[in-house]
DNA sequence: CGGTTACCCTGGATGC
DNA sequence: TGCATCCAGGGTAACC
């Protein structure tokens, strides 16, 4: 479910709810989600400390605690998300914050139960976990950095953006969208572009995400929501993603669905004309 | 080492 | 109706 436009509006959501307030109690429904430390151990470090900061870094959500309660960080994966207000679901509510403000509670819920909650002492070594799966975000990353990275892969230039030690937030759906913007075919070589090409992708990034997170992101299904239950509108105005067979909004040509090897049970969406594998020789 | 796949999970949609 | 199969916003361990 959540790359960074419905990450980023997670955060954005909770933040004024959350931030101030005392995290009372910290109720874990589902243990199977921990990491290195264990429920019970994060709930003796987090219960009753202040919640400073709610970040997000990648597709990942970090709770900043007041000195001595660390960092609680949450990867909601394919199907986490957070509910100020009761879910649909509550039977796949996996963690509950007790706060004293008027929102009583903050439910976490993830239905595949992918997503993972770690904790850590402190905002350096979060950092330090950060850095370890993951490059930089990709609301933030330059250019030339962008290019650099992609030149070390030999792989197509769709896996190469949706790895996140490539650049953080990307996902299946925003790598098409970013793909078909900057016009390129998703199984270029991603260490083959010209310069041209490698400035195109990096301008298409920030517009592509930035339009997704004004319309709060993308819902199907009974997928992602916001933290107020509603749906993301950005699949009503995006241009290939999920739109196999309409008209490229560019060019008119069909949009296409395929599977590309390197992408195990994740469909790519694109044009065939705007985005072509190779060019056409001209005579 | 880098690239690819197998697998972790569950529920809704689709097909027979 | 009932049951099998396929599909899905992610990430990582294990394999070649």
Request: proline share 5%; with cysteine; aromatic share 6%.
């Amino acid at each position: 479910m959540p790359e960074l436009p419905e990450v980023e509006t997670m955060v954005r959501g909770l933040r004024p709810v959350v931030c101030g307030q005392i995290l009372r109690r910290f109720e874990v429904l589902d243990p199977l989600l921990f990491g290195d430390h264990s429920a019970e151990e994060v709930k003796d470090r987090v219960e009753c400390r202040k919640i400073q900061r709610v970040e997000r870094r990648g597709k990942w959500v970090l709770f900043e605690l007041e000195p001595g309660g660390g960092v609680i960080v949450i990867q909601p994966r394919m199907t986490g998300g957070f509910w100020l207000v009761a879910p649909q679901r509550e039977d796949h509510a996996r963690l509950i914050f007790h706060l004293d403000g008027s929102t009583k509670q903050v439910w976490y819920c993830d239905t595949r139960r992918l997503g993972r909650v770690s904790w850590h002492e402190d905002l350096e070594a979060t950092e330090l976990a950060c850095d370890r799966s993951q490059g930089p975000d990709a609301l933030v990353i330059g250019e030339r950095e962008l290019a650099d990275r992609l030149k070390r892969t030999s792989r197509g230039i769709k896996p190469a953006l949706m790895d996140q030690k490539v650049l953080a937030g990307l996902g299946n759906i925003y790598a098409d969208e970013v793909l078909w913007r900057a016009s390129l075919h998703p199984s270029r070589r991603a260490d083959r572009l010209s310069l041209l090409e490698q400035q195109a992708l990096h301008a298409a990034i920030r517009p592509v995400l930035e339009q997704a997170i004004a319309a709060e992101g993308s819902s199907f299904d009974a997928g992602y929501r916001t933290v107020l239950g509603l749906e993301g509108g950005f699949l009503a105005e995006n241009a290939v993603h999920r739109r196999a067979g309409e008209a490229c909004k560019r060019c008119g040509e069909l949009i296409v669905k395929v599977y590309m090897p390197g992408l195990i049970g994740r469909p790519t969406y694109f044009c065939p004309w705007c985005q072509k594998l190779k060019r056409v020789r001209s005579r």
